[in-house]
C-alpha cells in the first residue's frame, strides 16, 4: 500500500498537471479566438466605415446626376421651344415665299397686261395716225376740188376775184359729188372764202398747200 500510494500520488499529481495544462490550453484557445473575434469585427468596423464613406460619394453622385438630369430635361424643354421656334419661322418663312410667288406672278400679270395695252395703244395711235393722214389727205382733195369748183364757177358766172359762192352753186362743178357737197372725213367745217382765197377746213393740218 505504501508503494501504491506515491505512485497514486505522482499520479494525481500528472493529472492535475495535465488538467490545470488543458484548461491553459483552452483559455489560449479562447482568448485566440476573441483576438480572431476581435480583428474580425475592427475589420467589419473599418468596412463599414468604407461602406459609409462610398454611400456619402454615392449619394454626392447620385445629386450630381440628378443635378445633371435637371439640368438635361431644361435643356430638352429649350431644344423643343427652339424646335416649334424654328417649325414656326419655317412656316412663316414659306407662306412669305408662297406670297412672294403670287406676287412675282400678279406683278408678271400686270406687266403682261400693261405691255398687251402698249401694244395695243400703240397699234391703236398707229391705225389712228393712218386714219388722221387718210383723212388730212382725203381733206386736202375736197378743198382742192372745192377750189377748182369755185375758179370754174366764177368763169363761168363771170364773177369776181371777191365774189364768195354759195355751196349749192359750186356743187355742180364738183366731179362725182352725186348732189352731195364735200365733207370732211374728220369732221372739220368747211369754209368757201372769196374766189381769190383757197377754201378752208376748220381742222388744223387740213389746209391747202
Not at 454611400?55 to 423643343?80: F, H, P, S, W, Y
Not at 416649334?84 to 400678279?106: G, H, I, M, W, Y
Amino acid at each position: 500500500m505504501k508503494t501504491i500510494l506515491p505512485w497514486l500520488l505522482v499520479v494525481a499529481f500528472a493529472a492535475s498537471v495535465c488538467a490545470l495544462y488543458i484548461s491553459g490550453y483552452g483559455k489560449d484557445q479562447q482568448l485566440a479566438a476573441l483576438r480572431e473575434q476581435v480583428a474580425q469585427m475592427d475589420t467589419l468596423r473599418s468596412q463599414v466605415d468604407d461602406l459609409q464613406k462610398q454611400a456619402a460619394a454615392n449619394t454626392d453622385q447620385i445629386t450630381e446626376m440628378q443635378k445633371d438630369k435637371d439640368e438635361l430635361l431644361k435643356l430638352r424643354g429649350q431644344v423643343r421651344q427652339m424646335q416649334d421656334q424654328n417649325a414656326q419661322l419655317t412656316k412663316q418663312l414659306t407662306s412669305a415665299q408662297s406670297q412672294a410667288e403670287r406676287s412675282q406672278a400678279e406683278v408678271q400679270q400686270v406687266q403682261a397686261r400693261a405691255t398687251e395695252n402698249a401694244k395695243q395703244m400703240a397699234e391703236q395711235q398707229i391705225l389712228q395716225a393712218k386714219q388722221n393722214q387718210a383723212a388730212v389727205g382725203t381733206c386736202i382733195n375736197n378743198l382742192r376740188m372745192i377750189d377748182g369748183a369755185k375758179q370754174q364757177w366764177a368763169l363761168e358766172k363771170n364773177k369776181t376775184a371777191n365774189d364768195i359762192p354759195q355751196p349749192q352753186e359750186i356743187l355742180p362743178y364738183i366731179p362725182n359729188s352725186n348732189g352731195i357737197f364735200p365733207q370732211c372725213p374728220a369732221g372739220g367745217r368747211y369754209t368757201l372764202n372769196a374766189v381769190s382765197k383757197a377754201p378752208t377746213c376748220s381742222i388744223p393740218g387740213h389746209a391747202l398747200p
